[in-house]
C-alpha cells in the first residue's frame, strides 16, 4: 500500500524497536535504520518527505507500506532514474525482526515488480545485495533475476562488496503472477513522466 502519513504512523513502533541488530548490515540509507531512537524515527520519516517532492520525470523513489493481516510490518520502494530514457527500476526494501523468515521478502518483490512491469510498463528491474544478505539474493535468484556482475557500496561508513541482478521484462513475464491487483496506477502515471494508458 502506498505509504500514508497514517500507515507510516503505524509503522513507527516497528521503526523504534529498530531493525538493524546483527550483520549482514544493509546499505547506508535512511531507510536502513541505523540511527539511536529518536533520531532513527525523524530520519527515516524525513527520508520519505523529502523524497516525496523530489518525483520528477527524470528521477523518484515511489514508498510502500508492507500490511499483514492489517499489521504493518515493513517498507518496499520502486526507484528509478532516466525511467523513460532506460525503463529499468531498481528495489529496496526492509522488514521489522518479527516478519522476517515467512516467505514475505519474496511477496513483496513481486508485487513491486508486477507493479513495475505491468503497471509501469518497465523495461528491466535490477536489484543489489551484499555478498553476505544470504536472504536478498535468495530472493533475487528465485524470482529469475540474472547476475549482472559485482560492485561496491558503503554501510555503516564501510566498503563493502555486493551482487548486482537484473531482470528483464521477458523473464518475468515467465514467472508473473495472475493474482496481484493495481489500484490507482493510472493517475499516479503523469506524475512519473508517463504517459496515461492509452495516450500515444
Known amino acids: ?32 535504520l541505523y540511527k539511536d531512537s529518536p ?19 527524470d528521477f523518484w523513489r515511489l514508498y510502500f507500506v508492507v500490511v499483514v493481516d492489517g499489521e504493518p510490518v515493513g517498507m518496499q520502494d520502486l526507484m528509478a532514474t532516466g525511467f523513460s530514457d532506460f ?22 518483490r513481486q508485487a513491486v515488480l508486477h507493479l513495475a512491469f505491468d503497471g509501469l510498463e518497465a523495461q528491466a528491474a535490477a536489484s543489489d545485495a551484499f555478498v ?6 535468495r530472493v533475487s535468484q528465485a524470482l529469475g533475476y540474472q547476475r549482472n556482475g559485482s560492485d561496491w557500496a558503503t ?5 563493502a562488496e555486493l551482487y548486482r541482478w ?22 499516479c502515471r503523469p506524475a512519473l513522466g508517463l504517459l496515461t494508458s492509452g495516450d500515444h
Not at 14 to 23: D, H, I, L, M, S
Not at 155 to 159: K, L, T
Open 87 to 108: 525503463g529499468t527500476v531498481t528495489t529496496f526494501s526492509w522488514l521489522g525482526p518479527d516478519a522476517r523468515g515467512r516467505g514475505l521478502g519474496k511477496e513483496m
Open 39 to 57: 533520531d532513527r524515527e525523524w530520519a527515516w520519516l524525513r527520508a520519505i518527505w523529502a523524497g516525496r517532492a523530489k518525483v520528477s520525470d
Open 132 to 137: 553476505d544478505n544470504h536472504a536478498s539474493n
Open 166 to 187: 537484473r531482470l528483464t521484462r521477458e523473464q518475468w513475464s515467465k514467472i508473473r503472477r495472475e493474482d496481484i491487483d493495481l489500484v490507482g496506477v493510472a493517475e
Open 1 to 32: 500500500m502506498g505509504a500514508t502519513d497514517e500507515l507510516l504512523e503505524q509503522l513507527l513502533p516497528v521503526v523504534r524497536k529498530g531493525v538493524v541488530t546483527a550483520p549482514p548490515w544493509p546499505f547506508d540509507d535512511p531507510m536502513s
Open 155 to 159: 554501510r555503516r561508513g564501510e566498503a
